[in-house]
């Protein structure tokens, strides 16, 4: 998985902000230190979520509100076919066939992805409906052994106090 962006802060003054980039395990992806504006570039051999944290440091006491624009892109947005296409030396309909290519692959994995969590959903709702089921057959269990429990209680006590035979 490929992940580029840009990012620029406002203008801080007496501020310092560092940049971090860790995954959903806490190792660090990136991490810059003393920014205002840039370029990051995270590669990952298998999907993952990333957190990005810009830190402001001041010396004062009180600090302003410092704004960040960030534009990010990923998977297929995220690669340069400019660069591709000058390595490569690629003609334009080369490089739009692997444009082409690269887009197809990402809807593939995409729609993997979303069969896999189909799966998973549909395992989870058969799982749950099984529970429920023997929770209902267990309430009603219950609730007979409750119901001929009150009645037997109910006919000794009425006729200990002798109002029926």
Same mark, same amino acid.
Request: charged share 25%.
């Given at each position: 998985m490929i992940c580029t962006g840009e990012y620029e802060l406002s203008d801080g003054l007496g501020q310092r902000t560092d940049l971090q980039i860790t995954d959903s395990k806490g190792h660090s992806a990136l991490l810059r230190e003393?920014?205002?504006k840039g370029k990051i570039a995270v590669t990952s051999d298998e999907d993952?979520?990333?957190?990005?944290?810009?830190?402001?440091?001041?010396?004062?006491?009180?600090?302003?509100?410092?704004?960040?624009?960030?534009?990010l892109k990923h998977g297929v947005e995220a690669k340069n076919y400019d660069?591709?296409?000058?390595?490569?030396?690629?003609?334009?309909?080369? +490089?739009? $066939?692997?444009?082409?290519?690269?887009?197809?692959?990402?809807i593939v994995q995409d729609f993997e992805h979303m069969r896999r969590r189909e799966e998973e959903m549909r395992d989870t709702n058969e799982s749950t409906n099984n529970r429920v089921f023997y929770l209902g057959l267990f309430s009603i269990g219950c609730l007979l052994g409750l119901a001929t429990?009150?009645? +037997?209680? $109910?006919?000794?006590?009425?006729k200990t106090k002798k109002l029926i035979d």
């Open positions: 003393n920014i205002d993952d979520i990333y957190d990005i944290c810009f830190t402001s440091y001041s010396q004062g006491h009180q600090m302003p509100p410092r704004e960040v624009f960030i534009d660069e591709i296409a000058h390595v490569g030396k690629l003609k334009p309909m080369e +490089l739009e $066939l692997t444009k082409l290519e690269d887009l197809s692959s990402s429990w009150q009645i +037997l209680y $109910l006919r000794q006590f009425f």
